[in-house]
C-alpha cells in the first residue's frame, strides 16, 4: 500500500509539475524544471526573465523565450542543452508534412480495396465519417501536450492516466506498431521493383533487401524539421502516381465495352460480402488516419506547439478529399476487381510507371517511422547522455546501428507476414484502435474535462463524444482483430498466400 500511494503521489507530481510549466510566473524555460518540480526540487529561478505569456502570445520569434535554460547537475545530464536546439525548429508547416509522410501513403492504396467490399455509399461515409472523427482525437491528443510540455511519445502521454504500466504497455505498442508499418513498406517496395523490372526470373528477396536498404539510409536523419524536406517530394510523388492510375483505370473504363455504365460498382455492399471481410476492410480506413500515433513525437520539436491546430486540420482535409475521390473514381472506373494496392488496378505499362513515380513515397513515408521508433529507444536508452541528441561520433554509431536493426527486424517481418490487406487490418485492429480511439477518450475524460461530465451542455456533448469515439475503439480492437485473423485463416486455407521468404516473384503478383 505504501508503495501504491507513493507511485500515486509521484504521478500527481509530474502532472502538477506539467501544468505548472505554463503557470510559473515568470516561466521557467527549460524542460529540467519540469523535472526539478516532479522530483520536489526547487525550480531554478531565471535572472532577468520576462514576465509569463499566454500560449496565445507566442510566435516562432520566441521559440527559446531569450531565457538561459538552467544546468542539470542534479541529474547528471550537464549543459547539453545547445545539442538539444536542432530538435526545436519544426513549424505548423512542416509539421503538416511530416504527418503527410506518416500517413498518405499506404492508406490511400487501399482505399479502392475497401471501397469495393463496403460499396460506395457506405465507402463514402466512412471515408468522411472516420477522417473526421480522426481530427478530433488529433485535436485531443495535442491538448494533452499543450497542458504537459513534457511529453514527447505517446508512451509518455499514456503514463499520465495509467502510471509506469501504461507508460510501459504503450511503449511497447508503439515501437512494434511502427517497425511493422516499416515492414509493410519493405512488402510494397518489394511488389514495386518486381512490377517496375517485370522480370520474374530475379529472386523477390533481393527486391526485399534492396528495399530495406533504401528505407534504412531514407531514415538516416534524425531530427523531423530536416526530414519533412524530403517530405515534398514524398507528396508530389504520391499525388503524381494517384493522378496516373485515376487516369488510367479512367481511359480504359471508357474503352472497355459498354464503357462507364459497364463497370460492376454498387451503392451497397455486394450480397456475398462476408461479416469480417466487410469490418476489414473497414480497418483499412482506419488505418489511412492514423497518423495520431507520430503527434507527440513531431510536436516534441515544434518551436510553436499551438500551431498544432492548424497541422491536423490541413491533414485531415487533405486526407479527406484524397482518400475519398482516389476511392469513389478508381472503383467507378475499375469495380468489383480493383486491387490493393490500387496502382495494380491500372494495366501493365501503366502500373510500371505508377510504381516508378510511387517509389519515393514507399521509401519515404516507410523510413519516417523508423526515425520515430528509433528517437524512441535511443531517448530511453540514453536519457541522461548525449548520445540521445545524436551530435558526436558515438551518438551517430548508436543511431546507425540502431536503425540498422529496427529495419533488418522489419525486413523479417515483411517476408514472414506477406499478405497485404489482412496485415494492415491486424496492424489497425490491435494498435489504432487504442492510439486513434479509445486513448484519446481517455485522455479527455481524465486529462481535459473540466467540471462533472454532466455539467454545462459543453461537458454533455463532448463526454457523449468521447464515449463514443472510446466505443469505436474497442469494437475494432475486437472485431477487427476477429475479421483479419478470420480473413488470414480464409487465405491460407484457399492457397492464396504465398510462402514466407520465398524467391518467387510471381507470388507478389497483386
Known sequence: MAATNEHRGSLARVQQASRAYWSSEPRAGSWSNIRRASADLPVAPIAGAAPRRSLGALSGQDKYDGEKPASDE????????????????????KLTVCLIVEAIALGSLSIPGAFAVLGMAPGVILSIGLGLVAIYTSYVVGQVRMRHPHVAHYADAVQLIWGTFGYELAGAMFAVFLILITGSHVLTGTIAWIRIVDDTAICALA?????????????????????????????VSIIIAILITIIATGVEAHSAPGGLSGVDWSVWPPPTTTFYQAFLATTNIIFAYSFAVCQYSFMAEMHTPKDYVKSIWALGLIEMFIYTVTG????????????????????????????????PVIFISGSINSTVVGRYILNRAFPKSEIRLIHTKAGWLTWLALIATITLVAWVIAEAIPFFSALLGIISSLFISGFTF?????????????????????????????????????????????????DIVSSYASGSVRGSFTCD???YGG
Open 74 to 93: 542534479e541529474f547528471g545530464v550537464g549543459d547539453i542543452h545547445e545539442g538539444e536546439e536542432k530538435y526545436h525548429r519544426l513549424g505548423w508547416k
Open 207 to 235: 527486391w526485399g533487401i534492396i528495399s530495406a536498404v533504401i528505407l534504412f539510409i531514407v531514415a538516416l536523419p534524425p531530427t523531423f524539421a530536416e526530414f519533412a524536406i524530403l517530405g515534398y517530394v514524398d507528396f
Open 328 to 359: 469513389a473514381l478508381v472503383y467507378a472506373f475499375v469495380g468489383s476487381t480493383v486491387k490493393s494496392p490500387a496502382l495494380l488496378s491500372a494495366g501493365p505499362v501503366v502500373s510500371r510507371i505508377a510504381f516508378g513515380i510511387a517509389l
Open 438 to 486: 479509445y486513448f484519446p477518450a481517455l485522455f479527455w475524460f481524465q486529462l481535459i474535462k473540466e467540471g462533472k461530465w454532466y455539467v454545462g451542455w459543453k461537458n454533455i456533448c463532448l463526454s457523449v463524444l468521447n464515449g463514443l469515439v472510446f466505443c469505436i475503439g474497442l469494437i475494432t480492437l475486437g472485431c477487427g482483430t476477429y475479421a483479419s485473423v478470420e
Open 505 to 507: 516473384a510471381t507470388a
